[in-house]
């Protein structure tokens, strides 16, 4: 089945350890997105991809770093994890970056940083 | 200013109701397209609805509709008839084409619950 598929589904970490979320798709979209969602604050962009080899900053991206290296995959890493990056992290992706293309969610990777 | 605005953080309607989620959004992007999110309490993100800047005609799909009023920047959802499964966060959001790229903003929600 066509879609996004995100690892972890969850994960408990220790203050100041790195962490990648992996995030990969196969309908070969070219825009990618990642998000964390916070209670009471909806979703904030962190970083995003128009096309592989290209990444942008998003609204929040302090404290994450992105790469694009295939159309398929856009992981997401915390190089140093704080307890204010314990939230839930979504990946999308779209056709394009047109407006009128839709994002395709992730399930969410649910990350708690002690 | 925040771009995407949400007034309702809950809203309660009885099943086979029809019930507005408010939006109002702020831009100077004269392209710009608007969706609507639900996210059931398992967490997914489910695509409901887009309208577009130049779209003459309000969106509809299915039970949902967007009550695009441009001159207002609004872009209220209306689900008619509401089910039990109706019940989630609901969420607006604007893609604006600028920069070169297209982002989406989204608003901090609406909590639909839906009684029988």
């Known amino acids: 089945i066509a879609g996004i598929t995100q690892a972890p589904t969850s994960q408990i970490l220790a203050a100041g350890r790195r962490m990648t979320l992996r995030c990969t798709q196969d309908?070969?979209?070219?825009?990618m997105y990642w998000y964390r969602q916070d209670l009471g604050l909806g979703l904030r962009l962190i970083h995003y991809s128009n096309t592989a080899g290209t990444t942008g900053k998003g609204e929040v991206p302090d404290g994450y770093s992105v790469s694009r290296a295939n159309t398929d995959d856009f992981p997401l890493t915390l190089a140093s994890a704080v307890p204010s990056q314990t939230s839930v992290y979504f990946c999308?992706?779209?056709?394009?970056?047109?407006?009128?293309?839709?994002?395709?969610f992730g399930p969410g990777t649910r990350l708690t940083v002690l | 200013a925040q771009k995407i605005t949400q007034t309702q953080p809950g809203m309660f309607v009885q099943e086979k109701e029809a019930v507005t989620l408010d939006c109002t959004y702020d831009t100077s992007d004269p392209s710009y397209g608007l969706f609507w999110y639900k996210q059931p309490s398992s967490g997914e993100m489910i695509f409901l609805i887009y309208?577009?800047?130049?779209?003459?005609q309000n969106a509809t799909e299915g039970r949902y509709s967007l009550n695009f009023q441009k001159a207002r920047k609004s872009a209220n959802l209306v689900i008619s008839a509401s089910q039990l499964g109706d019940s989630a966060m609901y969420f607006c959001?604007?893609?604006?084409?600028?920069?070169?790229?297209?982002?989406?903003?989204f608003g901090k929600g609406t909590m639909l619950l839906v009684s029988p």
């Open positions: 309908m070969r979209h070219n825009a």
């Open positions: 959001a604007m893609r604006e084409v600028s920069s070169g790229y297209s982002t989406l903003t």
């Open positions: 999308a992706s779209s056709i394009s970056g047109a407006s009128y293309n839709e994002q395709f």
């Open positions: 309208q577009g800047s130049y779209d003459q």
